[in-house]
């Protein structure tokens, strides 16, 4: 009795007496409702978090999801390719370290496949804004110490210090840049893309500043006087575009690749995946895909990708992880290639002049 009188007293309550008898019933009656509505509370709070967390991306799962989006619906109607026999759908983001992770099993997809597919690159908003205070990762400090674990787990170098001295409000403008890149020419747009992306995985760049975004333009060849107008125009509404396929699809998580042919058919692969996973889901629906055997020499790998890191070299090169840092290395340290730290890691690119040589 002393306890729910204690309760009703914390939240003002007070219960009715009878003369100098507090009323029994009615204090247990109001303990009960306020026990009732705590608990409901608490429920609430805990889908509130659930809810308002703007990320929540785990380098385990091998995704960066949108807590919000339900499953994928595997009726939602898939465009069918029209050029080629398999069409890509590609849901990514500018800042998603899942799709970062990834970087080498699609480069050597395209290397090995190219000829069987047509890529379609659709952003898909991770980070609105910072407009959130609980759940997940919830303001830009929690994605510095996240980074720091997405580059250990996919061997990839982050530099995850950005979050701490230049932190991003927001994906939407990168990813509306990415449409306006597009609106000229899809090659460009994804040299485009990969340039950002190694602006603020690795070199601690602001991409939502429109100066980042104009040097990354022009490093991809793009126009810039109508990159610019398109950017403060179409493409916004291109991007919103996006974003209701997206929802439509129920795509809650990125990297998520749909491969479709051209009956229909599809293979849904949901966050980071092996290079043989997308390999057998480009298999699956075309089972006549032909495979090309590319140069795999280092001098034709770096004329195709001007930059790489140990891993993506590893896996187009086919040489062992441990051996192919000290092979960049080498190569760096001949004046080939030029070296980038970042973070755990580093990132080679290739000079202006390609030094041929017999060096492997």
Not at 126 to 143: A, C, E, H, Q, R
Not at 189 to 214: C, D, G, P, Q, S
């Amino acid at each position: 009795m002393k306890g729910m009188l204690e309760i009703c007293a914390m939240k003002g309550i007070k219960p009715h007496t009878s003369g100098k008898q507090t009323d029994k019933k009615h204090v247990m009656l109001l303990a009960l409702m306020l026990l009732v509505q705590t608990c409901a509370c608490a429920q609430d709070e805990k889908k509130r978090k659930e809810k308002m967390s703007p990320m929540q991306c785990k380098p385990e799962s091998g995704v960066c999801e949108r807590p919000e989006i339900k499953d994928f619906q595997a009726h939602t109607a898939v465009p069918k390719p029209k050029e080629k026999a398999v069409k890509i759908i590609y849901f990514t983001d500018p800042i998603c370290s899942s799709c970062w992770g990834i970087e080498a099993q699609l480069r050597k997809l395209k290397l090995a496949y190219g000829s069987n597919y047509i890529i379609e690159y659709r952003m898909g908003g991770l980070l609105p804004d910072w407009n959130y205070n609980v759940g997940g990762i919830s303001k830009p400090s929690d994605v510095a110490a996240h980074w720091e674990q997405a580059s250990a787990y996919y061997d990839m170098p982050i530099d995850g210090k950005i979050w701490l001295e230049d932190p991003l409000h927001s994906s939407y403008p990168p990813s509306i840049a990415y449409k306006a890149a597009q609106m000229q020419n899809s090659e460009k747009a994804n040299k485009f893309l990969r340039e950002i992306r190694e602006m603020v995985f690795l070199r601690k760049k602001n991409i939502t500043k429109w100066e980042h975004l104009e040097a990354a333009a022009k490093k991809a060849g793009l126009n810039i006087r109508q990159f610019k107008n398109d950017y403060n125009g179409k493409a916004k509404a291109l991007f919103e575009e996006d974003l209701q396929l997206s929802r439509a699809m129920g795509v809650k998580g990125f990297p998520t690749l749909i491969f479709t042919n051209t009956k229909g058919s599809k293979e849904v692969i949901y966050g980071s995946a092996s290079y043989q996973t997308y390999e057998t889901a480009l298999r699956k629906v075309f089972p006549a895909a032909s495979k090309i055997n590319y140069d795999k020499k280092w001098e034709a790998l770096f004329s195709e990708y001007h930059s790489l890191t140990a891993k993506e070299f590893a896996e187009l090169s086919e040489l062992p992880r441990n051996e192919s840092e000290k092979f960049l290395n080498k190569l760096s340290a001949l004046g080939h290639l030029t070296k980038i730290t970042a973070g755990s890691g580093a990132l080679w690119t290739l000079n202006k002049t390609l030094h041929s040589g017999n060096i492997r």
